[in-house]
């Protein structure tokens, strides 16, 4: 027994020593420091071991001052609102301004946008406005692009690398399948991708509901009238969503899958795609991952940073601010490793937002110097007035729609295909008659202001179990057709 008991015990002091042993031998880790920063993002390691080692050394080399960036990694934009929003409302309920943490950095707009809005703000103001004003203009940093703000307008956020939507695809699973790849939204729909596409689930996933926006807004910029491409946009979405593996609650998730061959392609945001595209390099330089941004449906995002109202650390959180966007931190976004204030260990493959970085003698040493951001848009202008007052009730629809009622959804697709797609089923199995905009945008946006949870979840489960029965109901109009 006394044998067994320490062979135990030695297996378990080797499961706690291997990760104190495996940790990097990093000079800027260490217990001893002069202060810390509590740093809230959805980042992945990548970015923040680049963002936090890079931050240290700027810091040490101005101050002589040791610091450490304490990353907070809950999970996505959904759970940091969550933390955002259990923290602030218990500091207010007991008489306190801030909730122990410093930045917000990473995240879709949206989540920015409302924590700035709140009641009170739970950002604060940031000085890089007032102390580099120069950087506020169509040269350098715009307020405006291609239909986003690029910054808030009371100055308590701002963008420091630009993002846009698109596919990953795996150029092999494609070739045995048979399809050419994917140029266009609409080109997920092709039945031949059923079970293929990788999903990420848009509740959950910010930057995914914001894709799926995307795709909506470019149906009603471009059919007759807002409606027609309203009911055309859910109708591709749901299509697409037949074809679906899964809808992962990470959105992370996607391209991995999408690398490994397990699906064919999938919607992501672009530094997912372009990250996989730079791990899987081969010795001529292909990659198996390709990554597109799909013509004229998408805009031309921002990834956001703002100080924490009641920061424990306010004078570090605004250097950290400047850091991320001075030329040195603006760098580290798409510079190769190992070159000049370029990332030590990984390329990221994100666009700074800085006009001024683009330059030829900088994009000499660039991972993407052909993505040009600024010049090659693809003609899509985000319009706030089409969708944006309804981007939850959006992302509540795309679930009842698709998530809910998947396997209806997926069963009725498949045999619909089978039965060489027949007017009568299609027509059940695509009927929106009851979600028609701009009514249901805004009777959803009222509910999800005045009702309860359980209210909600009634209205969530009306709205699947109306699906479910359009789609059961065009599968045994499909069958009727394959006898």
Request: net charge negative; hydrophobic share 35%.
């Amino acid at each position: 027994m006394l044998k067994r008991a320490l062979i135990v015990l030695a297996l378990l002091a080797v499961t706690v020593a291997v990760p104190l042993l495996m940790r990097p031998s990093d000079s800027r880790i260490g217990s001893q420091v002069d202060r810390e920063l509590r740093v809230i993002t959805p980042h992945n390691e990548t970015i923040r071991r680049e963002f936090g080692n890079a931050f240290t050394d700027w810091w040490k080399a101005k101050t002589g001052e040791s610091v450490y960036v304490n990353w907070l990694t809950p999970g996505g934009t959904s759970e940091i609102r969550r933390v955002l929003d259990s923290g602030f409302t218990s500091a207010q309920k007991g008489g306190r301004v801030g909730i122990g943490i410093d930045v917000f950095f990473g995240g879709g707009d949206y989540i920015f946008s409302k924590q700035a809005s709140a009641d009170p703000p739970r950002l604060a103001p940031l000085d890089i406005f007032e102390t580099s004003p120069d950087l506020f203009s169509q040269d350098v940093i715009p307020a405006r692009f291609t239909g986003e703000n690029y910054y808030d307008k009371d100055k308590r956020w701002i963008g420091v690398c630009l993002s846009r939507f698109g596919i990953c695809y795996n150029k092999n699973t494609l070739q045995r399948l048979g399809i050419d790849a994917p140029m266009e939204w609409s080109d997920l729909t092709d039945h031949r991708y059923v079970g293929q596409i990788a999903l990420a689930d848009p509740t959950k996933s910010g930057s995914v509901a914001k894709a799926f926006e995307m795709l909506i807004q470019q149906q009603m910029q471009t059919s007759s009238t807002p409606e027609e491409g309203w009911i055309k946009g859910l109708q591709i979405i749901q299509k697409i969503g037949a074809n679906a593996r899964y809808f992962t609650d990470s959105a992370t998730k996607v391209p991995h899958d999408v690398a490994q061959g397990d699906s064919a392609a999938g919607m992501c945001i672009d530094f997912y795609g372009r990250t996989f595209n730079e791990m899987l390099k081969d010795d001529s330089g292909d990659s198996r991952i390709q990554w597109v941004s799909p013509q004229g449906g998408t805009s031309m995002s921002v990834d956001p940073i703002a100080v924490l109202t009641g920061a424990a650390e306010p004078e570090l959180s605004q250097e950290f601010v400047n850091f991320c966007l001075s030329k040195r931190g603006q760098a580290i976004w798409n510079k190769k490793p190992g070159t000049q204030e370029g990332p030590e260990y990984r390329a990221l493959r994100r666009l700074p937002i800085r006009r001024d970085m683009y330059s030829a003698e900088l994009l000499k040493d660039y991972t993407d110097p052909d993505a040009m951001p600024y010049e090659t848009t693809g003609g899509f202008s985000y319009d706030y007035s089409l969708t944006g007052r309804g981007f939850s009730a959006i992302r509540l629809l795309i679930s009842a729609m698709c998530i809910s009622s998947h396997d209806e959804l997926k069963s009725a697709w498949i045999a619909i295909a089978e039965a060489g797609f027949p007017d009568e089923a299609m027509a059940v199995f695509s009927d929106m008659s009851h979600v028609t905009a701009p009514a249901v945008l805004d009777e959803l946006r009222l509910q999800m202001k005045t009702a309860t949870p359980l209210e909600m979840a009634a209205k969530a489960n009306d709205l699947s179990r109306t699906f479910r029965k359009n789609y059961e109901r065009a599968e045994e109009i499909a069958r009727t057709y394959q006898k």
